[in-house]
């Protein structure tokens, strides 16, 4: 094997505390379907000699019932490991490999290259400290592979290598080589890559995978292998912000009190001064305690034990900082979240969030924008979908510590989790918000919502951008019938359906009106001709702000209604008629108006003393002495989605 020692043969405590210190390393494959990712592990693990013998004869037999290359060995194989993954020839699953060199260790995580897996592959990369990124030569740069660089980047993976495979299909061309380099330079200028690296090669022949190919002379940079065990990583870890967030109290005995984690980020001495959050009392580190002894200093990734020279109150979820250098401290902030369940983003809906070891309530408040990561432009949107990616605001129960991701992977990383299923159904990345740590950041990533305080520099919002952002084209639905007809109780219905939806809609009653707006008015057909129209303007001023009305009145007159409709515009208005025959009504009378009509008090009440003229050509009708009221707001909703008014 590759790394093989003599120090096996003649000391093999030796050579296994030698293979302890060596360095760990963790990379991601990623890219486009078919551009070879798991051939290329698979060739890497085989040229490494990391496969043993029994495993080989197994890929030789799988090779030519299950393989991809005519019956030759197929690398793929290594990692392809499900049954589906084979009989498709696709990665679907992320798929983790160990091995070793004489240098480093590996641990290497293959993602699938589908649309449809991004959260995947987000999982995988969420631990990389380097990422390779394969393009096959024949197509260049592709969406997926636009993708998949975007979530590198968005996750912090600092150091990226692009290799330019399948180089034996375009005759080992070097224009074709350069060519993709540029492309790819171009696009990636948008993003936060830096320390950028291309490698051409050929994962099913071997070319410049551990070896260097003698076919492409015209290249003179490393392996795959070469680069892979000489990349610096050492810088990429935060040791200067300590960060110690408890996970265990650990209380053997009465003689002993220690906190038990993992720490996030920095470096903690014996004898140094530290402030538990949120308490913020301090004390000094008594002691750094480990399965093998006390150490004099601890630094990250370790997991140790702390004990203070103070009995001070800490627990689980607490954090455990430096005086003079401690995280933010809030219960609002924003991040970007990668949506990974198949139900959609509700804003509004309470969420769990797990960040280190802290577990709050809370929700997303708001959806501020959508990333197409195939262009990088940023829209307005009312929820996120499976895979989609988005900035939101979120507000907790309880104030989380936290530093920016771009600062602090570990303590900037949260996972939103459904408190009923107990699924994992977003990750998220805190952003900065602060002028002098935004300047830091990815284009896509900045925050431009400010503008200048300058006279006539304001955008104005945009009723396009309402109706991205809410996900629905404004209307106004008119519920008309007689009173007792059950218009308002549809409509509560029909808006409490839309409000869960994550959409927004509200209802005008007509009676409510004359509590307020229509306060002046009696109950004369001209007086309810001018309460509907004074419904109308208002309603044409929520439609205008992308709100959807719906209005409950009886509207009489067939006129009125169409005076209506023009005042709001056509496009924008629909009718539910909803029909009750007038004994039944009656027998409702929800509000006293039959009963007030036979005492002379109300003698022009619609169907019983005064003219009700029926919708001729209404947009639905709703016979409620038939129907449930679920049945009639059922067939409401259906009707908006028919006419394409929510999604």
């Not at 990389?128 to 969406?143: E, K, N």
């Not at 291309?198 to 940079?221: E, T």
């Not at 470096?267 to 580190?285: A, F, H, N, Y």
């Not at 093998?292 to 630094?299: I, T, V, Y």
Request: overall charge negative; some cysteine; hydrophobic content about 40%.
């Amino acid at each position: 094997m590759s790394h093989q020692s003599e120090l096996i043969a003649t000391d093999i405590d030796a050579y296994l505390a030698q293979h302890e210190q060596k360095e760990l390393l963790r990379f991601i494959t990623c890219g486009s379907v078919d551009d070879g990712k798991s051939t290329l592990i698979g060739r890497l693990l085989y040229d490494s000699k990391m496969l043993y013998e029994d495993q080989l004869a197994q890929l030789e037999h799988e090779s030519k019932t299950q393989g991809t290359t005519g019956g030759g060995f197929d690398p793929a194989l290594v990692t392809d490991g499900l049954k589906a993954e084979r009989e498709q020839g696709i990665t679907i699953d992320v798929a983790y490999r160990y091995f070793s060199t004489a240098k480093r260790k590996f641990i290497i995580a293959d993602t699938p290259g589908h649309a449809q897996y991004t959260r995947n592959m987000a999982t995988g990369a969420s631990t990389a400290d380097l990422a390779v990124i394969l393009i096959d030569a024949r197509h260049g740069v592709l969406t997926q592979t636009k993708r998949h660089s975007f979530i590198v980047s968005l996750l912090g993976i600092r150091h990226v290598v692009v290799t330019i495979n399948k180089m034996d299909l375009v005759d080992f061309s070097q224009q074709r080589f350069e060519e993709i380099c540029q492309d790819y330079r171009e696009f990636a200028a948008r993003l936060d890559l830096p320390d950028l690296h291309f490698i051409p090669l050929s994962a099913l022949n071997g070319d410049n995978v551990v070896d260097p190919s003698p076919r492409m002379d015209w290249y003179r940079g490393s392996t795959l292998m070469a680069f892979l065990e000489s990349v610096y990583i050492g810088s990429d870890r935060n040791f200067e912000d300590f960060r110690f967030p408890v996970q265990y109290v650990n209380r053997p005995n009465l003689d002993f009190r220690g906190f038990c984690g993992t720490i996030a980020s920095g470096i903690i001495r014996v004898g140094d001064e530290v402030m538990v959050l949120p308490s913020r009392q301090t004390s000094k580190v008594k002691s750094i305690v480990t399965f093998d002894g006390e150490l004099s200093e601890a630094f990250t990734p370790q997991s140790v034990t702390l004990t203070l020279e103070d009995e001070i109150d800490c627990s689980r979820g607490d954090m455990i900082v430096r005086p003079g250098n401690v995280p933010k401290v809030n219960n609002v902030v924003d991040a970007m979240l990668v949506w990974m369940s198949p139900e959609a983003m509700v804003p509004g809906k309470t969420y769990l969030f797990k960040q280190t070891t802290q577990t709050v309530a809370g929700q997303i408040e708001s959806l501020r924008y959508l990333v197409d990561v195939n262009t990088l432009h940023r829209s307005p949107a009312p929820e996120l979908k499976l895979n989609e990616i988005g900035r939101c605001t979120i507000a907790l129960s309880q104030p989380l510590y936290y530093d920016a991701y771009r600062r602090n992977r570990s303590t900037g990383a949260f996972i939103v989790v459904d408190r009923l299923t107990n699924i994992t159904v977003a990750a998220g990345m805190i952003t900065a918000r602060e002028a002098e740590v935004a300047a830091k950041m990815a284009p896509w990533e900045l925050d431009d919502s400010k503008v200048d305080d300058t006279p006539g520099e304001i955008k104005l919002v945009s009723l396009q951008e309402r109706q991205a952002r809410l996900g629905q084209s404004p209307v106004t639905l008119l519920f008309t019938g007689l009173s007792g007809s059950g218009k308002t109780t549809i409509a509560r219905g029909v808006e409490r359906a839309l409000f869960d939806a994550g959409r927004s809609a509200i209802v005008l009653d007509g009676e409510a009106l004359r509590r307020g707006l229509s306060r002046d008015l009696g109950y004369t057909l001209d007086e309810r001709s001018e309460n509907l129209r004074r419904c109308a303007h208002l309603a044409r001023m929520l439609n205008d702000n992308g709100i959807i009305c719906l209005a409950s009145l009886i509207a009489p007159d067939a006129a009125v209604r169409e005076k209506a409709r023009d005042l709001i515009g056509a496009d924008r208005f629909l009718i539910v008629h909803c029909r009750a025959d007038l004994e039944v009504c009656r027998s409702r009378d929800p509000r006293g108006h039959y009963a007030e009509a036979e005492d002379g008090k109300l003698p022009k009440l619609p169907g019983a003393g005064a003219a009700y003229e029926e919708p001729q050509d209404p947009d639905i009708v709703c016979n409620t002495d038939q129907q449930s009221i679920d049945e009639c707001v059922k067939a409401v909703l259906q009707l908006l989605h028919d006419r394409k008014i929510v999604r």
